[in-house]
């Protein structure tokens, strides 16, 4: 059963605070949402449409900053990444302003609409930027509230949105969030550390594994930058197999920054990134299919796991074996 729209539960949130608030302003590049009209129609004067120019809205948003008001900017996630990049690195994070970004299509969730509507590439760009708390909620239920937690650290800090209600999955505790990733299922064969869709893909694959005899621990890691690494290290240091799901290039993403962290570390897991490849897609993508090409479904990270689950019981010490990745 889907759970809360992502977008519901982050303007919802949204307009609890700028209720209280007048100095909070949600500005959009022509993007409407349900929420979002809600908001508008109660409070016009903080709701400012700039039209399709996603580099001014985010110089617009800077300057609103500037001036003591909290900003949230929103648009097709793709759009407000990728082309106004110069704009968030030096208007926004260069001044450690208090701008969030809410981007709305991550991952292949736009498959339908081609190469300029996937949302697969922005969180190597965004980890990239200085300052900038990067957030990959996997439900409606954690998206409205990381909003809270970006708001009062004042800072530059973006929301990826999925567009579909993705089934919610655990509560989330204050100390979860704060943490930055949750635990869903425990298990002593391997790890896996999932982010945004693909931890309900990655929940689903762990049961099924279990019922083969391999028992996977669970991680939503919900904040991408800074990593959580309070809650992951020490997993990471347990773990004979670690397996890293994500609907976003193999390159700058969530793989990318579980590798530092092992280098980091110097433990020695049979190390597994399933993500999309590296690469354009050129026309319409749909997600489901996209998947299982890549083998980032359930079934694809069931296989991994039956695979490689045995690790715990071949592992040798030595550097750490290197990864594969199942691409499309």
Do not use: W
């Amino acid at each position: 059963m889907a759970g809360l729209d992502p977008r519901d539960a982050v303007f919802d949130a949204i307009a609890q605070r700028a209720a209280q608030d007048p100095r909070v302003f949600v500005l959009t590049n022509d993007m409407g949402a349900l929420g979002l009209d809600a908001l508008r129609a109660t409070r016009p004067a903080q709701v400012i449409n700039v039209g399709i120019a996603e580099q001014n809205m985010i110089s617009v948003a800077a300057g609103l900053a500037l001036g003591g008001n909290l900003v949230f900017t929103y648009g097709i996630l793709s759009h407000v990444t990728a082309r106004c990049y110069e704009q968030l690195r030096l208007d926004v994070c260069a001044h450690r302003l208090p701008v969030i970004g809410l981007g709305v299509g991550s991952g292949l969730s736009y498959g339908a609409d081609g190469p300029t509507h996937h949302g697969i590439y922005d969180i190597g760009l965004l980890r990239a930027l200085p300052g900038m708390t990067v957030y990959n909620p996997a439900d409606g239920m954690t998206a409205g509230a990381v909003v809270y937690e970006a708001a009062a650290a004042r800072g530059p800090a973006f929301i990826r949105m999925d567009k579909e209600a993705p089934e919610p999955h655990a509560t989330l505790s204050a100390a979860e969030l704060g943490a930055g990733a949750r635990v869903l299922a425990t298990g002593k064969d391997a790890l896996v550390i999932a982010t945004g869709c693909s931890v309900g893909r990655a929940v689903t694959a762990a049961a099924h594994a279990r019922d083969s005899g391999v028992d996977a621990t669970v991680v939503d890691c919900f904040r991408l930058k800074p990593v959580p690494e309070s809650l992951l290290r020490p997993l990471l240091r347990a773990a004979p197999l670690v397996v890293t799901v994500e609907e976003h290039s193999s390159v700058g993403g969530l793989g990318s920054l579980v590798a530092e962290l092992i280098a980091d570390e110097g433990v020695n897991p049979t190390f597994r990134r399933l993500s999309l490849n590296d690469d354009v897609y050129l026309g319409a993508t749909g997600r489901a299919g996209a998947e299982r090409v890549a083998g980032i479904d359930a079934a694809g990270i069931v296989r991994v796991l039956q695979a490689d689950g045995s690790a715990r019981r071949d592992r040798t010490p030595g550097m750490a074996r290197a990864g594969t990745e199942v691409r499309a």
